[in-house]
């Protein structure tokens, strides 16, 4: 680890005049699961790290506001998981949530920062991205909010500018009957990186989404807006085709996780699963 | 009393909250901290190493390379000193170090160690079976480093051919014929390997957690040119070890940076630099097996080959002990075994908990299921069919059988409850493998009976977590007839407790068991003596100490030893003093649309002999067994086209976890006291991994009619194993 400055902003307007002051020498510590493996293994040298943990406006919280689900960004997946709220209205978002690294990690990292370090295996970016969730950025030049389908720009990086940070994530609360589904596959049971991620939205319309991870340089949405695929009467032959449709945009690659073969593969026997599982949701719903 | 009863572990406790000190838990007066440099490549020339900008910076005291080591470098290792302190002239694998920075703390050295300029070129490399057998290959070692071998001029360190009977002409009415592959995997203890050293009078000391402190003493002496005893090493309890931590690693390099230096040197090694420290023999195996009709082996003939990485390290015994029982634990009127260990650009492997064993049972078993299938004969009878029977010479001219081994196939099949139904999608199998116990060597014990009662049993054991220091105060309790309370065990420190070979090959319930046993009845024949010189016979032990000792004080020292001759015509330089027989069995359910697995059940059968204590023993046989799952479902280092290792780490190197556990377990042991060991007890702790390969590849093939011959058995492979059988 290389030696850094470490400050403890009390406010929002504190921790943005910082990162406004320290631009790209700054980084920013919220459960710092992934920041302190990156400093420990240099990948991150970082002069000043911020810490989020103290600031008033980014403290744990879910709360109603709106028509909107708002999760700060301190709050920590299991927060998120434990909180009859979002298992009640985003269930994909909960099992999403407690696929992330172990017990331990979960009580310290944030869905933020999840959001934030962008890889393109994030487990709750799928879930987020269904649910049409959207991330509250403000600056010292103001506020803004982002459409989570257009905050990923590839591996690592978001839309975020230097000096911007993510306050908070909120996912809309006015929910049509519907049903979701969080699968991915590992290599292991416990503790794992997804090989393949994805979550699958079927709602009352016959609107089905499905978002996917770990396939191409972010994670992304795509829609079948023709009820196909939510249509009991309709065929596995034909819902393939649709599904293989809908994959055209991934572009997994082979490594250490996967080969491009077997992701490939998995996509579509996953989706399959993934659409049934939500379809019996959405009946049971 | 004591023996036989699950005692609770000395040190469970500070391990589990945390308190045990480790190496790396201790530090000492003017300490530096040190900090290896590699280069992120496999095989390289190193044309020249820059460490002037290292030097500048505040805090570094040295920079060590080759080129400021005493000339020749000195190169060590258990059998051939092969292993240079730092890489000369070339790196041979990726992670070899090539220069060690020596700083005020672990930031600088860090820092520093960036800053070490390595000109260097890369060359082409051997990674795999096939280019270390191919003559057009670059030589691995440099043959002068074995002027009188005739294989100096090849990657081929030894050959060793064994066998009996005449296997070319044989008749069978089946001959299976497969290749089967072993992965590379890294023992992962979770402690990483620590070294301090500092010189100590005209001498050095060194800590480190070692399984073999005076192994590790003889090699210091002689790199450092001094006196067995002017070199004290202090042998921490390891936390974990596998047979990772038996042969010296970077304990001559922070001697030597210690002494050059004038201060204590630490190394602490990340997780990373231990995968590129210390490995397991990957390997393959060709195997024809020859068949009668009823399933009897008629012939085995195996040829193996075992990469064992840039030195050589301990791999010719790893090789011999997988070579001479290549057979398995069956009835084999003709064999041929043939073994090679071969160098490559790769991590040096070294010991490995059942040490060659898994790899040829995978082989064997294998065949066997394959037989069945091919027979139309069931697996476990099969099995039982060929299995040597108590007392039968299995290997012409060896330590016969020593256990009753159908006893340990019978209880596994019944556990797993084989022959009963199958629900969809699910298979059983069942394997069986065994190891040739320790073979030569001593172990020695003092045991100190003091004038209250109580007791100090010095023992040159490694307590890794096995629980060597709970089942050997047993040993004492029991023999003396005092409480297991009353007993320190003292352990780990060349110093102070005499000599013993090592701990390792499941050796030391039965070796140093019997030293501790031995020396208690020194000390009882002793007592006797002293009873009737104060013509109290029928006295209680305490009272006796009491009454010899008030006045005078002292107390009663007896000493004791065990050993193994060596015999040089043996191929393994001495006979097994037991076997140490498994088996396993496992039900698995396979996800057919992904080639995810679920292990519903799993059963191991340890015949120990004895249970000293039979929690210990349960807790050991699972834990291997739960090893034997990583390198059947998931391990495996996966190297580049350029030798380096990709999945370097605990993110793409994966062990099962807690929930990667079978959904049912069961670690059961047959006790028939017919072991060399004390009470009659054999060692144990490795069988649980020996067999797990085959068992669980055997109940894959059950499901879904496939059979997968390269481990492991990972769910990408096991899915195109079933697209290829459909395609």
């Known amino acids: 680890m290389q030696p850094f400055a470490y400050v403890r902003p009390a406010t929002l307007s504190e921790a943005l005049t910082l990162l406004d002051e320290h631009g790209p020498d700054a980084s920013l510590l919220a459960g710092g699961t992934d920041l302190v493996v990156a400093l420990r293994n240099r990948t991150l040298r970082p002069k000043v790290v911020i810490d989020l943990k103290r600031v008033a406006e980014l403290r744990p919280s879910i709360s109603d506001e709106e028509g909107w689900t708002t999760i700060n960004a301190t709050s920590v997946l299991t927060d998120i998981s434990e909180d009859q709220r979002i298992r009640a209205r985003y269930p994909a978002l909960v099992d999403a949530a407690v696929t992330v690294g172990s017990a331990q990690i979960r009580n310290r990292a944030t869905l933020t920062g999840n959001i934030c370090h962008a890889s393109p295996a994030a487990d709750t970016a799928p879930a987020l991205l269904v649910y049409g969730a959207i991330a509250n950025v403000a600056s010292v030049r103001g506020t803004s909010r982002v459409n989570l389908a257009e905050f990923f720009v590839g591996p690592r990086q978001t839309v975020l500018q230097p000096g911007e940070l993510v306050t908070s994530i909120a996912l809309p609360a006015d929910a049509t009957p519907r049903g979701a589904t969080f699968v991915r596959i590992t290599r292991r049971r416990g503790v794992d990186l997804a090989t393949i991620s994805l979550c699958c939205m079927v709602e009352a319309t016959g609107r089905t989404q499905f978002a996917f991870g770990a396939v191409g340089p972010r994670p992304f949405l795509v829609a079948d807006e023709s009820g196909l695929l939510a249509d009991l009467d309709v065929g596995d032959a034909a819902k393939d085709e649709v599904l293989r449709r809908l994959l055209t945009q991934a572009s997994p690659i082979s490594d250490v996780r996967g080969s491009r073969e077997y992701r490939e593969a998995m996509l579509l026997v996953m989706s399959r699963r993934a659409l049934r599982l939500s379809i019996a949701r959405l009946a049971a719903a | ?727």
């Open chain 2, 1 to 727: 009393m004591s023996i036989g009863t699950s005692e609770r572990r000395s040190g469970g406790h500070a391990r589990v909250t945390g308190s045990q000190k480790f190496v790396a838990d201790i530090g000492l007066e003017q300490m530096l901290h040190v900090r290896l440099v590699h280069l992120n490549c496999g095989h390289a020339r190193i044309v020249s190493i820059d460490t002037a900008q290292a030097l500048a910076v505040p805090g570094v005291v040295s920079v060590l390379t080759a080129a400021e080591l005493p000339q020749p470098m000195p190169r060590y290792g258990p059998v051939f000193n092969d292993r240079p302190v730092l890489a000369v002239g070339e790196t041979k694998y990726h992670g070899q170090p090539v220069a060690a920075v020596a700083a005020e703390s672990k930031e600088v050295a860090e820092a520093a160690a960036e800053l070490v300029r390595v000109q260097h070129e890369e060359l082409p490399g051997v990674f795999t079976v096939a280019a270390a057998l191919d003559p057009a290959s670059p030589l691995v070692q440099e043959p002068e480093l074995r002027p009188n071998d005739p294989l100096n001029h090849t990657n081929v360190l030894s050959e060793r051919r064994f066998g009996w009977g005449d296997v070319e002409s044989a008749r069978a009415d089946l001959v299976v014929e497969n290749v089967y592959t072993f992965p590379m995997i890294t023992h992962f203890a979770i402690e990483p390997h620590a070294f301090i050293a500092a010189a100590e009078d005209d001498g050095v000391a060194v800590w480190t957690p070692t399984q073999n402190p005076f192994q590790m003493q003889r090699i210091l002496a002689t790199v450092l040119g001094l006196p067995v005893a002017k070199v004290r090493v202090h042998a921490l309890d390891p936390g974990g070890a596998f047979g990772g931590k038996q042969h010296p690693k970077y304990e001559p390099l922070v001697a030597l940076l210690a002494l050059r230096t004038g201060r204590p040197v630490r190394l602490v090694l990340t997780l990373e630099e231990t995968f590129q420290e210390v490995r397991r023999t990957s390997c393959e195996i060709r195997a024809r097996t020859g068949f009668n009709r009823d399933g009897t082996i008629s012939f085995q003939d195996i040829q193996s080959d075992f990469l064992m990485g840039a030195y050589a390290d301990i791999a010719e015994r790893v090789i011999d002990k997988s070579n001479y029982l290549g057979c398995g634990p069956y009835r084999v009127p003709n064999s041929r075994t043939v073994v090679r260990a071969l160098f490559s650009h790769t991590t040096p492997s070294t010991a490995f908990r059942g040490f060659g064993t898994p790899q040829v049972s995978w082989a064997h078993e294998s065949q066997m299921d394959d037989a069945a299938r091919k027979l139309g004969i069931d697996r476990v009878e099969i099995r039982l069919r060929n299995l040597a029977g108590k007392g039968e010479a299995f290997l012409p001219g060896d330590t016969p059988a020593d256990g009753d081994w159908a006893v340990s196939v019978r209880k596994a099949a019944d556990a797993i409850g084989w022959g009963t139904a199958l629900s969809p999608g699910r298979g059983r199998g069942l394997a069986v493998a065994v190891k040739a116990g320790a073979t030569t060597g001593a172990s020695y014990s003092i045991v100190r009976l003091h004038w209250d009662g109580s007791a100090t049993v010095l023992a040159g054991t490694s307590d890794m977590g096995q629980g060597a220091r709970t089942v050997l105060a047993q040993v004492a309790a029991h023999e003396l007839g005092i409480p297991h309370e009353w007993i320190t065990i003292v352990m780990g420190d060349t110093a102070t407790v005499p000599f013993d070979l090592q701990t390792s090959a499941s050796r030391s319930t039965v070796f140093m068991g019997q030293a501790v046993m031995r020396a208690c009845q020194d000390i009882k024949a002793q007592l006797k003596q002293m009873a009737a010189e104060l013509h109290a016979p029928d006295a209680p032990v305490v009272e006796l100490l009491r009454a010899r000792f008030s006045a005078v004080r002292g107390e009663v020292i007896g000493v004791g030893s065990y050993r193994g001759e060596y015999q040089p015509e043996h191929p393994l330089g001495g006979a097994p003093s037991f076997y140490e027989f498994t088996c396993t069995a496992s039900e698995v359910e396979v996800d057919e649309g992904t080639g995810e697995m679920l292990l519903v059940r799993h059963v191991t059968v340890a015949d120990v002999g004895k249970a000293l204590n039979p929690q210990h023993v349960e807790m050991q046989d699972e834990g291997a067994a739960v090893m034997g799952l990583g390198h059947t479902l998931m391990e495996h280092i996966l190297l580049d086209d350029s030798g380096r290792i990709r999945n370097l780490g605990a993110l793409d190197y994966r062990i099962p976890t807690t929930k990667d556990l079978p959904l049912e377990m069961h670690s059961l042991l047959v006790e028939n006291a017919d072991g060399p060991g004390p009470y009659g007890s054999k060692g144990a702790g490795e069988g649980g991994l020996m067999a797990t390969a085959p068992a669980v590849a055997s109940a894959v093939t059950e499901a879904t009619g496939v059979v997968i011959r390269d481990l492991p058995l990972t769910p990408e492979r096991v899915w195109l194993a079933i697209n290829e059988k459909d395609a």
